[in-house]
């Protein structure tokens, strides 16, 4: 169930190839969670939320080139160091890509902030759902969800998870 908000102002890229980056950022979202990003029910709750800024201002003055700012929101114990280097490195290519040398290729304009959401804390459908639901929903199996959050947050934690 990760998430993503990608601010991206509006006319920094041309439409085809901003069509072509939401691909592929719910690909990499999905990949650096741990999930395989061809699985349909991975990919149906990958949610990506594209924000339009209207003005970005550096030092105080109107950006002269498009800044990017993406927040990759996962649940609880699906990064880590690698995985979070790794994601951040990504992105910022895959933007640079996307805008097709229209602009600078300075990887100082985008900025990737990744943030775990703690366990018993994401909503949605009305309810909390712990990493063993979401886990259990996208392999079919609730009980290999709960192991699965058992192994993660507890080799993190130190402790057991009730699911």
């Known amino acids: ?4 908000d990608a601010y991206i102002p509006a006319g920094a890229l041309s439409p085809v190839a901003e069509r072509k980056l939401m691909s592929q950022l719910t690909d990499l979202l999905l990949r650096h969670e741990g999930a395989d990003p061809s699985d349909p029910r991975a990919r149906a709750i990958a949610w990506v939320f594209l924000h339009r800024p209207a003005e970005v201002f550096v030092a105080g003055e109107h950006a002269a080139e498009p800044r ?3 927040i990759a929101s996962v649940p609880e114990g699906q990064f880590d160091d690698e995985r979070r280097a790794a994601i951040v490195r990504e992105v910022t290519e895959a933007v640079l890509r996307a805008e097709n040398n229209s602009h600078p290729n300075d ?3 985008v900025w990737v902030f990744t943030n775990e959401i ?3 804390t994401w909503g ?5 759902n712990r990493l063993a639901d979401i886990v259990g929903y996208v392999v079919g199996d609730p009980d290999k969800g709960r192991a699965y959050a058992e192994r993660v947050l507890g080799a993190r934690n130190g402790a057991s998870v009730s699911a």
Not at 1 to 4: A, E, G, R
Request: hydrophobic share 35%; glycine share 16%.
């Open 107 to 109: 990887p100082n304009r």
């Open 1 to 4: 169930m990760p998430m993503l």
């Open 68 to 70: 990017y700012r993406f």
């Open 124 to 128: 949605g459908a009305g309810r909390i």
């Open 118 to 120: 703690p366990d018993g």
